[in-house]
């Protein structure tokens, strides 16, 4: 039995390794896949990669491919999900900020530096047309932090998916003014290169399982209901996100990479572009 470390964020993206995890379909092919949850998000599980706290991550498409560049040993072995991520922007419910006009120039609360929801403030300021330089960050690692931030002031308004965040909106905790989708696809699965390298055949394995659930996921029965009770979500809510979600079995193509690098680039988070074959597992 071979051991393999995966890690990814606790959101309902990430169920059909669960499911295939509690399924046993890993161990029929003899590979123990040892699942973390990461709710601190890219910035961590790219520290996790480098650091050789997991083998595999499920991970932000632009988080992952400015690590890659910055030196992290990892490869993309397949875009996990294509469609966008949807970022709900957040502001406490009691704040004084009324439209997202307001929030420039004021604090976001991110959870780390690198992470998606330090990236994505770049992406929604430049949309907006604020001046990025201007952009202040106010660290507060998982979205209890930024529960305790934006009330307490310490930061203004805060990014993270939209449909995870809604039962804060639900409660009367937060106030979501805008959307930010991202203009390319959200998750992709990342590979240690050592791991690569070494164990190709396992990989190659594993990305065949969870392909294999992916492409079927919503055809599962009652799949509204499941991740409705996981993930404590509003059944009608989850049938919403289900409808706007779409899995991938295949890697991402050069054009798309470029595309990601052009608008890092442009935005300053990345200083010079990577190369394909250097992020992209071909």
Partial sequence: MKTIKIAGVPEHFNLPWHLCIENGE????????????????????CQMLRNEETDIAVIL?????????AGNQSKIVQVYVKSPLIWGI???????????????????????????????AYVNAHKEGWKTENLKFEIINTIDGAVVALNEGTADYFMWERFMTKPLVDNGTFRRIADCPTPWPCFVIAV?????EKNPEIIEKILEIINQTTADFKEIPS????????????QEDIQEWLSLTEWSQEQLTEKMLNNVQNQLLELSIIDKKGIFTDIVQS
């Avoid at 973390?36 to 890219?42: A, F, L, W």
Wanted: proline share 1%.
């Fill in 26 to 45: 890993f161990e029929a092919e003899n590979i123990d896949l040892q699942w973390t949850d990461v709710p601190e998000g890219t910035g961590k599980l």
């Fill in 61 to 69: 498409t632009e988080g992952i491919i400015k690590d890659i560049v």
């Fill in 192 to 196: 240690r290169n050592e791991m690569l």
């Fill in 223 to 234: 799949i509204d209901r499941t991740l409705s009770e996981r993930y404590h979500q509003k």
């Fill in 90 to 120: 957040h502001v406490y419910a009691q704040s004084k900020y009324e439209n997202l006009s307001d929030l420039e120039n004021t604090k976001v609360a991110i959870s780390r530096l690198g992470s998606g929801s330090q990236l994505m």
